[in-house]
């Protein structure tokens, strides 16, 4: 049998799923890269419908509000692989690699149907493009869909290669937008959903 929440039990739900998710984040920033699937399940619980299941801004009646992006825009003329919301950083025993920007700066205001499902934030040398939804959704594994950019070559000043995965720092970056995007928000305040006793 379905079980139907009420406002308070659903704003009182997705207050706890950020709070999960910033905490992933935490244990991921602290070297646990195995909770990047945790935080795709918790964020697709939130945007995500199925057909046994409602997301969390949809059930809310939340979808008015915007959510902070941070991806650059692409150039179709690039001839380079093109990951948005990444930056290249070098750490220290680990060489060069993607870091997520984590950068306040950086963040402008779209909306949620643009930011989910119609920003292209990764875009792969076979020309393949892909959205937040199609990312999260397949470390989530609610989507059958294979993500096949998980080798990145990257050469140094000598011409070493280094073969790195986008996809942990750009999940980690997405739960950034998220966390940022509903810091200040009251949910009981915004959400439209009528509360009945």
């Not at 070098?90 to 930011?115: C, F, I, M, P």
């Not at 073969?163 to 998220?178: H, K, S, Y």
């Amino acid at each position: 049998m379905k079980t139907i929440l009420n406002k308070p039990e659903l704003v009182s739900l997705l207050q706890q799923q950020l709070k999960d998710i910033n905490t992933l984040c935490n244990e991921y920033d602290n070297g646990n890269e195995t909770v990047v699937a945790l935080i795709a399940e918790k964020i697709t619980g939130i945007f995500h419908n199925t057909d046994h299941s409602k997301a969390l801004l949809g059930q809310l009646k939340l979808s008015h509000l915007n959510i902070y992006c941070s991806s650059e825009v692409y150039n179709p003329k690039s001839l380079t692989n093109f990951i948005g919301l990444l930056k290249l950083a070098h750490r220290t025993g680990k060489g060069w690699g993607y870091a997520a920007k984590l950068d306040l700066s950086t963040l402008t205001s779209v909306s949620q149907e643009n930011w989910w499902n119609n920003k292209k934030v990764i875009i792969d040398s076979d020309g393949n493009a892909f959205t937040r939804a199609k990312i999260v959704k397949s470390i989530a594994n609610v989507d059958p869909l294979i993500l096949n950019i998980s080798g990145w070559k990257i050469k140094d000043a000598q011409g070493n290669s280094t073969i790195v995965n986008p996809i942990p720092e750009t999940i980690r970056q997405i739960a950034f937008e998220l966390l940022e995007s509903f810091r200040d928000v009251e949910l009981s305040k915004e959400s439209k959903l009528h509360y009945k006793v």
